[in-house]
């Protein structure tokens, strides 16, 4: 039975990146070995990525997924047998099913039984996951959620096109949401339009024992640029006036981290000050789900982010798809 007064708030924070990391110049040497040409200023010039960490060979996106919550449930002082929900937003998976949030279960040594799914939408799935974590929360359902997006967009980048292998890297990051009586999450607001599908997407599928389609990740950078500064706009404002916030009430805004210029076109129409956005992309580059609480877990542990004050996430990705979320840290 849902509670008007029942909230879900954030106890813990989480991150992992794995320990291969690769610069900008280590990525151009590495393709000029191929015969394919980009440099680290065009890089940084267009994204505002200096480096990323890709996954070893062995590792898979359970794993990192493993390493982040491990530092959430520490930071939130919880035996992980109270997590009765565990959310993974992934479009990484390590396999086809059962699910990462399956996996990672079992990898975290829970036994309670509790529900665990993966939430795929792309660079906007850790807000869809959030949203769903905070209304299965508020609707009476769980009390204690592991809510992770984590990716290893490594396995799904072909090396040979420039345009888009520079811009991704692989990394987890974990919130813990718990059933409160004060505000945590304040409002949520998600939308899809599946008629953008084919500018950001991999088109493949397993068809009796092969991949059939493409297994490569495929980009119209220009029409996701502008599509992405049009709606993160958007949804913003909307998951504001849900909050009934304004953008002067939020003390931390934490975009997707895909690109600085979207970044900072989103900010500023929102007249956020760029010193009040959290920028991780130029360590971590596009981190898909991960990137949001990668960021967030950043700034909550240099202390950038305090109790009380709000905290503005927002994504944006294949789909395509958008979100975001007002939460009460
Ligand atoms: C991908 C992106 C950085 C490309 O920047 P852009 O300014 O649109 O660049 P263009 O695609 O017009 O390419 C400009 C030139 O750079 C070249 N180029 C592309 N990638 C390059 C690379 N890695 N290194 C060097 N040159 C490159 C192109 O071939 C083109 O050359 P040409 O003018 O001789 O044809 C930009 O479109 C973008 O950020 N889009 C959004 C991507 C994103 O965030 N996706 C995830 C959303 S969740």
């Known amino acids: ?10 106890i813990g924070t989480g991150s992992y990146l794995p320990a291969d990391r690769v610069t900008n110049q280590d990525l151009a040497d590495r393709l000029a070995k191929q015969g394919v040409e980009t440099s680290d ?5 267009r994204t505002g ?7 070893a060979p062995n590792e898979t996106t359970s794993d990192l997924a493993l390493h982040a919550s491990r530092n959430a449930i520490e930071a939130a002082g919880i035996d992980p047998d109270s997590i009765d929900l565990i959310i993974v937003a992934t ?10 949030a399956c996996l990672l279960q079992n990898k975290l040594g829970i036994k309670n039984g509790g529900a665990a799914f993966d939430i795929q939408a792309v660079c906007s799935g850790f807000a869809y996951a959030v949203a769903t974590a905070d209304s299965f929360i508020r609707g009476g359902m769980n009390r204690t959620a592991l809510v992770v997006g984590a990716e290893t967009f490594s396995r799904i980048l072909d090396f040979n096109d420039r ?8 990394g987890a990051g974990a919130v813990i949401l718990q059933a409160s009586d004060e505000p945590g999450v304040l409002s949520s607001a998600l939308h899809a339009d599946g008629s953008h599908s084919s500018i950001l997407c991999t088109p493949g599928n397993v068809n009796k024992g092969v991949i059939e389609g493409s297994a490569f990740l495929h980009m ?22 849900k909050a009934r916030l304004t953008p002067g009430d939020i003390d931390w805004l934490i975009p997707h981290q895909a690109n600085i210029r979207i970044m900072e076109s989103t900010a500023k129409k929102l007249h956020v000050p760029l010193e009040r956005m959290v920028v991780t992309v130029g360590e971590h580059g596009n981190t898909s789900a991960a990137s949001i609480p990668l960021a ?5 542990r240099d202390g950038r982010i305090k109790r009380g004050q709000h905290v503005l996430i927002e994504g944006v990705g294949g789909g395509f798809t958008w979100g975001a979320s007002v939460i009460r840290y």
């Not at 990525?49 to 996954?55: E, M, N, Q, T, Y």
């Not at 967030?296 to 909550?300: G, H, R």
């Open 1 to 10: 039975m849902a509670q008007s007064n029942l909230y879900s708030r954030v």
């Open 41 to 45: 200023e065009w890089i940084v010039a």
């Open 49 to 55: 990525i200096h480096a990323r960490h890709f996954a």
């Open 91 to 100: 479009s990484t998976p390590d396999f086809v099913f059962p699910s990462t």
């Open 163 to 170: 345009t888009t292998c520079v811009l991704f890297g692989d």
């Open 220 to 241: 119209d950078g220009q029409a996701v640029f502008k599509l992405a500064v049009k709606v993160l706009e958007k949804v913003a404002v909307e998951a504001l006036e």
């Open 296 to 300: 967030l877990d950043v700034a909550v």
